[in-house]
């Protein structure tokens, strides 16, 4: 019985871990004004930084990774959403060639997705693949 307090105890180590990552993954975190910025410079991005022009109303930034399945997922999910919207963007940053970019936004995984305004100002953050439910809400909530 006194070797197996290591092995319950590495267990449940374990699930907890387990348990928090799975919860964590996918879900959705808003910037509020108030609320420390993960974009530590607090300035909006531009089309030259990322590449591409911004959409009018929202802009979906996503970082991948060549060999990730979920930047996948998450790839179709946000071009499947955004095919039909006119003023909004989905752009795709291959995180391994944008290492500066990553650096400065604080990216630690992928798929990190950050929803941006017309302006350029990060309002929301993704990390993993979300859900389509909640893309539409936040769509739903951008004027």
């Known amino acids: 019985m006194?070797?197996?307090?290591?092995?319950?105890i590495i267990f449940a180590?374990?699930?907890a871990y387990g348990i928090w990552y799975q919860r964590s993954r996918g879900r959705l975190q808003s910037s509020h004004p108030g609320e420390k910025s993960k974009n530590r410079n607090?300035?909006?991005l531009t089309a030259e930084l990322i590449g591409t022009d911004l959409g009018s109303r929202a802009t979906f930034l996503q970082f991948s990774s060549a060999f990730c399945t979920p930047c996948r997922a998450?790839?179709?999910l946000?071009?499947?959403?955004t095919a039909d919207l006119d003023d909004v963007t989905h752009v795709d940053i291959d995180?391994?060639?944008?290492?500066d970019l990553v650096r400065k936004l604080d990216i630690r995984s992928t798929p990190t997705t950050l929803i941006l305004d017309r302006d350029g100002k990060e309002i929301g953050r993704a990390v993993g693949a979300p859900k389509r439910s909640d893309i539409i809400r936040v769509l739903e909530n951008i004027s």
């Not at 006194?2 to 319950?8: D, V, Y």
């Not at 946000?78 to 959403?81: A, F, M, S, V």
């Open 2 to 8: 006194h070797n197996s307090i290591p092995i319950l």
């Open 13 to 15: 180590l374990a699930t």
């Open 42 to 44: 607090h300035e909006n």
């Open 74 to 76: 998450t790839r179709a």
């Open 78 to 81: 946000l071009t499947d959403i």
């Open 95 to 99: 995180a391994e060639k944008s290492l």
